[in-house]
Each structure stands twice: as structure tokens, then as C-alpha cells.
């Protein structure tokens, strides 16, 4: 008998059940299909404006940074004074999502902007996101060419643009529209959430940013995208 | 392989954790934070504890239909494009890891935080076969200079000192210049970031545990503060998962429910700072991420556990909130268990997995308080499953000879409440002589007792005695 074989028949064995029972078969294949929604904190429940300005202090208690700019003609502007302010080189890396290529970079003359993944040497990076949420203050990432992940990860600060619109108030309804854009079943290779900057406590149970992701991580909402 | 165990020897590491002056200091100063930091979490979600109730009736759920909800993982994973692989125990997980990593001539491995591959011994399994794993979690990192095990489930070394991180950094990191200065925390997180960097860049091969495996998708889930995890899985030729069966969950929906409670519990925020859903290998087009995706499930027990007094214990998530509110715990740390699993939790878990001749020692190591099923985000019955296990010790007679003995005698008198009464009275009566009102320093036959703490003196009449007094009074 294979490991898995082995491992199926004791499973069968101590529940006391066979594989072919249908019921079970059925209430599996429900929840499967349906599922379902479990217990969804009010916390995240309102509309859109209170949305954003819960979505802003919770983004701000995970000790992020956060800006909301009236439109995407703004975010040049701000990335360029984000750097400055860090003391940063005028330098950021993007994927190759559109919705960054229709950024006018140019209005920034002295920003850099190159495109494509990080191989560790770059300082700042900008990504777009596919969602947030109001409830926890989370980014939600989804990996390929317009947003690699090793732009979430290598550099040390993490810029992310975030539409207004997109913002939720819970992780049920980004699944919804997941499954809607990619398919009942479907997942990008990586779905990453992201709330704040990296951090530790492992030294002295004492919660320090900046471990092994990027040290600051920097959010701009855009109101009419 | 698989770790070896040490719990047997519960008594005499506890003693020994007990004399510990660093481990003392260390755990001094962990265990307030803990506790403070999940109330506040805890306070501000109004639906926390119907939360609980309902990621409770979850896993019963799940743990009822586990092979139909792993059937269905394992099918989408491998739609997905990725490998299952089964490992029944310990040796038959090592060896699938071992063999994806020569064919695909990895020396390096990047690892995430496991408990799993604790369970499995596999970073000394590797080293063996010429593989290097690094633990790139900072805790792990930290006990893998140190040559220890993690002693806590999610701060892995909670029983090390600032200054014992510092000297341990000087040692490893001889490149470094010497007089470089490490008494801030801070500067020895910048110095494991800039090593360790290195080492993601360098990996072959990176492997993580899972906290989650979402059957809908067949995606396995991450959570870390670090993104060491993601740096591990994102930057190898290949990721392996690393989990244990009763890790799945139906949807995307249901691990939210557990994700809600899991970092509130265990670290006071309300998600940890990444949660990875990772599905499949690269896809076509994608500039990042790992050519091949595995995932290696390991029953070591688990499935035995299924159906019996225990199964509740296989609802647990990990977060480690019954060791942060364990009196025991906080009194002699985690390595005093004496094999993966420390707390309550572990001593529940151990003598399931490991047997009872080896483990039953730990459900004995527990005042029953019963905080650490209070503070359980699953609502496991900590303190009940301990008296199972207590029990069926002393059905098959594992306890030691002494143990035996004095219940033997206390039952004895128990049974006849005559001769109890007047061998209590007796008791109290000599007990006063020795000590007379206050306390008593020392006691014939029980210095093991006396040697740590006073022991109360009798007020002089025993508690049956004066109940009946104030019962005829009223």
C-alpha cells in the first residue's frame, strides 16, 4: 500500500466511515461550491467614505504610512516627496501593470523609473493593488509581470497604489471579485496580504520593523481613478 | 529520524529550567506582553468569541469529512500545478525532500518556520545528506547558531537573552568586524537582515510550513511578520510545503474565519503582517517565483488520533495562547517538555503522537487552572483531554512506583470516611507541631516541596471538621 493509500484507509478507519458515502460526499461538494461566509466583523460594514478613513487608521496602526491624493496625475508628485523625505535617491521600480504605465511619470523630471522584477538592488519599489481592506488595513497583492512579488519583498520600502473604489470593508468580498475577474476556483501563484512593514519580535518579544521584508511601506489611495 | 524525545525526563529538565537564571530572566519578561497584547486585540472585535464558536464547529466539520476535504485539495493542487506528496511518518517525509532536492542538485535550502519539520528532524536529516538548511525566521535563525530547539510555538526563542543573541552573533558572524557595536536590539535585527539576505539570494530550494491548505484551491496558506516566508519561497528553483494532514480548510472563506482569530491570539494583531496564499509554480509569463511547487503531508499519528478521546486536540491552529496563560509554562519555558510541542498543548499532543510511555509524564505538568482553554481560539478542552491522558497512564500503569503508591494508600483511606476523618485530624494535629501558626519551612518526607517554597501550617482542624461545625451552626 502507498503512503497515501495507508494514510486514507486509517483516516476511514478511526471516522468509522467509507469513501463512497454519499451524504458526506454531498455536504463536502456544498460547501465547496457555495462557500459560504462565516462570521464578518461589523468593524469593515460601512459606507464607502467612513470605508477609506477606517481604511486610513488601520493602515496607520500597522504602522504604515498612508496619503490620499484626489487623482493618479498626484501620484508622481508623492512618490517623488515619499523619497525625499526618506533621504532616498529619486529612483522606483514598477511591473509592468497599465495602470502604472498610464502614471505621468515624466511630470516628475527627476525620478527615475525603470520597469520590472527586483533582484534585491533596488531601494524603492511601487506597486498596484488589486484591493484593500478597511477592516485590517491590508493591501491585497496578486503576483505576475504587472506587479512581481519580488517588488513586495526585496526592496527596502514598498510604495502601493490602491484605487479608492477598490478599497472593501472584508476579505469575503476581494474573493468575490477574484473569482470573478479569474474563475470559481482560480488563484494568481501567490495572493499576498500585506499589512505594514515588515517586522520581528523575536528578539525580547520587542516588535521592531524592518526584518527580512521591506523596512517602510508607503500606501496612496486615489480617489477618482 | 525524527526528533528524539525527552519528555520522560519532564522532572528533572524542569528542575533544571528552574535553576536557569537566564531562562528565569527570559521568561520573566515574556510573559506579560503575551497576555496584555491579545486582551487588547481581543477587546476590540466584538465577534471574537462567536468567532471562536464558530472556527470550533469548523474544525469539527473538517476533522469529520478529512478525507473527502483532502481528496479535494490534493486534486486541485495538482490542477493547479503543483505535486502532492504522502509521508506517513517522520523517515518517509525526510526522504521525499531529501530526493526532490538531489534531483535538482540543491545544497541550500531556505526555510521557513516549521513545527512540522521540527516533528521530523529534517535540518539534521539534510546536514546528513550534505544539504544546508538555514532557518531564516530571526528566532529560528537565532536557536540554529545555538544548536537548540524552538521553545515556544510562534517565538521560538523566547527562553534567549539580548546578550546571548549578541554573543551568539559575534561567534557565528566572524567577517563582521569585531568591535562592532550590537547592544541595541535593533542592530542585531539590521545584522540578521543583511546575513540572511545573502542566503535568500543564494538558496536552491526554499520550504515553508503551512498554517493553511484551502481544499477550493488547493493553495496553502503563510503567515509571518518577517516575509521570510515569502523571501524563502519567492527567489528558489522550487517551494515545499511542509504540513500535517488536519491543516486543511474547505474555502478562502473558512481560512479567513481562522485568520481572524489566529495573530489576535497569538500576537495581538489583527492579521499578521503577511498571509501568503500560495498556488501552483510560476505560471507562464511571471518574472518571479519558484519553478516547481510541492507540497509533502504528514500523518505521524494524526490520523489514529481521528474519531477517539483526542481528536479535539487536532483543532488546534498553533498560535500558542495556552502556553502564554500556562503557570507551568511560565515557570519552567518550553524545552522542559521535552520534544516539539510545549504548553498545554503539548502535552496533550505529545503522548498522542509519540505514546503515552513517552509523553504521559507532560499532562501531569499542569495545575489545571484551566486558562489555557479560557484563552483557546478553537475552544480545545485542554484541561479535560490532560485528565484523559492522566487516566489512561494510570490504567497502564506508567506512573512511577511512588505516584502509585500514595494514591494507592489516599484511596485506601478515601474509601472509608471514618478512618479518613480521623487520619486528617491526626495529620493537622502533627503537622502543628512541627510548625506550630505560620508557615513551615521544613517537613520530614517532603522537602522536595519545602526546598522552593513555605508550606502552609494548618489552622488546626481540617475542612471537614469545620464544615460540619458551621453547618450544625446555622
Known sequence: MSGRDAIFATIRKSLRVTGDDSLRRESVAARLEKHPRGIVPARGQKPEAERTELFRQMVENAKASIVILDSKDDVPAAVAAYLRSKNLPQSIRHGDDERLSLIPWAKERTLEVTKGASDGAQLASVSYSFAGVAESGTLVMLSGADNPTTLNFLPDHHLVVVDERDIAGDYETIWDRLRERLGAKAMPRVVNWITGPSRSGDIEQTHLLGAHGPRSLHVLVVRNS | ?474
Open chain 2, 1 to 474: 529520524m525524527s526528533q528524539p524525545v525527552n519528555s520522560p525526563h519532564f522532572n528533572a529538565n524542569a528542575r533544571k529550567a528552574l535553576d536557569d537564571a537566564f531562562l528565569q530572566k527570559a521568561l520573566a519578561r515574556s510573559e506579560k506582553g503575551f497576555i496584555e497584547r491579545r486582551k487588547a486585540a481581543v477587546e476590540k472585535l466584538p465577534e471574537y468569541d462567536a468567532l471562536r464558536d464558530s472556527a470550533r464547529d469548523l474544525k469539527d466539520h473538517i476533522l469529520a469529512h478529512l478525507d473527502l476535504y483532502l481528496e479535494a485539495y490534493e486534486k486541485n493542487v495538482i490542477a493547479s500545478g503543483g505535486h502532492v506528496h504522502w509521508a506517513a511518518n517522520a523517515d518517509e517525509a525526510n526522504e521525499i525532500i531529501l530526493s526532490i532536492c538531489k534531483r535538482l542538485d540543491a545544497k541550500k535550502v531556505a526555510k521557513g518556520k516549521s513545527m512540522i519539520s521540527e516533528e521530523t528532524g529534517l535540518n539534521a536529516y539534510l546536514e546528513e545528506n550534505g544539504i544546508r538548511p538555514i532557518e531564516t525566521d530571526l528566532g529560528e535563525y537565532i536557536i540554529q547558531l545555538r544548536g537548540e530547539t524552538p521553545s515556544h510555538l510562534i517565538a521560538p526563542a523566547l527562553h534567549v537573552t539580548k546578550e546571548q543573541i549578541e554573543a551568539d552573533f559575534r561567534r557565528a558572524h566572524v567577517d563582521l568586524p569585531p568591535e562592532r557595536n550590537l547592544d541595541e536590539p535593533t542592530s542585531l535585527l539590521a545584522e540578521a537582515r543583511a546575513m540572511l539576505r545573502e542566503k535568500f539570494l543564494a538558496a536552491d530550494v526554499g520550504i515553508t510550513g503551512a498554517n493553511f491548505l484551502i481544499a477550493e484551491t488547493g493553495s496553502s496558506v503563510i503567515v509571518t511578520n518577517e516575509g521570510n516566508g515569502d523571501l524563502s519561497q519567492t527567489l528558489a528553483k522550487a517551494h515545499i510545503v511542509i504540513s500535517s494532514i488536519e491543516k486543511v480548510v474547505p474555502t478562502r472563506e473558512d481560512a479567513g474565519t481562522f485568520l481572524r482569530l489566529l495573530a489576535r491570539t497569538a500576537s495581538g494583531l489583527d492579521l499578521s503582517v503577511y498571509t501568503t496564499f500560495s498556488t501552483g509554480a510560476r505560471r507562464e509569463g511571471d518574472p518571479d517565483g519558484p519553478l516547481e511547487y510541492h507540497v509533502v503531508l504528514l500523518d505521524n499519528g494524526r490520523s489514529n488520533m481521528l474519531g477517539g478521546k483526542f481528536q479535539e486536540m487536532l483543532r488546534c491552529i498553533r498560535c500558542g495562547a495556552c502556553m502564554n496563560h500556562c503557570p507551568v509554562f511560565h515557570a519552567v519555558g518550553g524545552h522542559a517538555y521535552g520534544w516539539v510541542y510545549p504548553g498545554p498543548m503539548g502535552a496533550v499532543l505529545t503522548p498522542s503522537l509519540v505514546g503515552v510511555e513517552k509523553g504521559g509524564q507532560l499532562p501531569n505538568a499542569s495545575t489545571f487552572c484551566g486558562r489555557c482553554e479560557e484563552v483557546c481560539p478553537v475552544r480545545i478542552p485542554l484541561p479535560k483531554l490532560m485528565r484523559n491522558w492522566r487516566e489512561r497512564e494510570f490504567e497502564r500503569h506508567l506512573q512511577p512506583a511512588a505516584a502509585r503508591y500514595g494514591l494507592g494508600v489516599w484511596a485506601a483511606f478515601a474509601k472509608r470516611p471514618a478512618v479518613y476523618r480521623a487520619a486528617t485530624s491526626l495529620a493537622m494535629k502533627m503537622l502543628r507541631l512541627f510548625g506550630g501558626k505560620g508557615r513551615l519551612r521544613r517537613l520530614p518526607l517532603a522537602s522536595g516541596w519545602t526546598e522552593y517554597r513555605d508550606f502552609p501550617a494548618p489552622e488546626g482542624e481540617t475542612f471537614q471538621s469545620l464544615w460540619k461545625k458551621r453547618g450544625a451552626a446555622r
